[in-house]
């Protein structure tokens, strides 16, 4: 139970880079339907492009090409993440250097390929947390990155620009800008429980 939804997880211990991790492997939805909706994307670009091939092949005054020029470059158009084999095409020659094109998504392919989406594979060396400590952890990455972001912005710290040239006075400024910022966050944390509280 992550966060109140339930997640099916796989929990393994492996030696990995010569040591033991706790290995984790989840499907997330949410990554998923950003795979998938980038594919599908994709499928649309590809598409369309087979479709201007097919009229420039259709065009009566298009110049003549041999089936092997076609098949190149419909092997580089049909090429890109996760694609390869969604898109089935055949070529049928009409007359001496005179094709037709014809294709269709692979529907089993593409059922095949989503069920293979979404995988997260998580390592850690905490052995003794549980697996929702695990990926709860892997998930609190943004808060982290979210600081980062905070810290760096001149209007808010401004940690940045420093005019400081001595170690010593560089790291008292960080280790001021970092306590001004956790003071800061639990400043902010209490008003909004107070607003809150009041709010109920």
């Known amino acids: ?19 033991q991790r706790t290995v984790v492997v989840l499907i997330s939805e949410r990554l998923k339907a950003g795979q998938l909706r980038g594919i599908y994307q994709e499928l649309d670009r590809k598409k369309k492009r087979l479709r201007e091939l097919q009229r420039s092949l259709a065009n009566p005054r298009a110049k003549r090409r041999t089936r092997e020029e076609l098949e190149a470059k419909l092997s580089a158009l049909l090429k890109g993440q996760y694609m390869e084999g969604l898109i089935h095409y055949r070529l049928e020659e009409l007359e001496d250097g005179r094709f037709a094109l014809y294709y269709r998504t692979r529907r089993k392919a593409l059922d095949d390929l989503e069920d293979r989406l979404g995988l997260r594979i998580l390592m850690a060396d905490r052995h003794d947390w549980s697996t929702a400590d695990i990926i709860n952890a892997y998930y609190s990455q943004s808060t982290v990155e979210h600081a980062f972001r905070d810290i760096k912005n001149p209007h808010h710290l401004a940690v940045r620009p420093q005019f ?19 003071l800061s966050t639990l400043l902010w944390q209490t008003a909004r429980r107070k607003c809150a509280f009041v709010g109920t």
Do not use: A
């Open 164 to 182: 400081h040239w001595t170690d010593q006075k560089i790291r008292i400024h960080f280790f001021t800008c970092v306590l001004g910022y956790q």
């Open 1 to 19: 139970d992550i966060g109140g939804s339930k997640l099916q997880v796989f929990r393994d211990k492996r030696e990995i880079w010569g040591d």
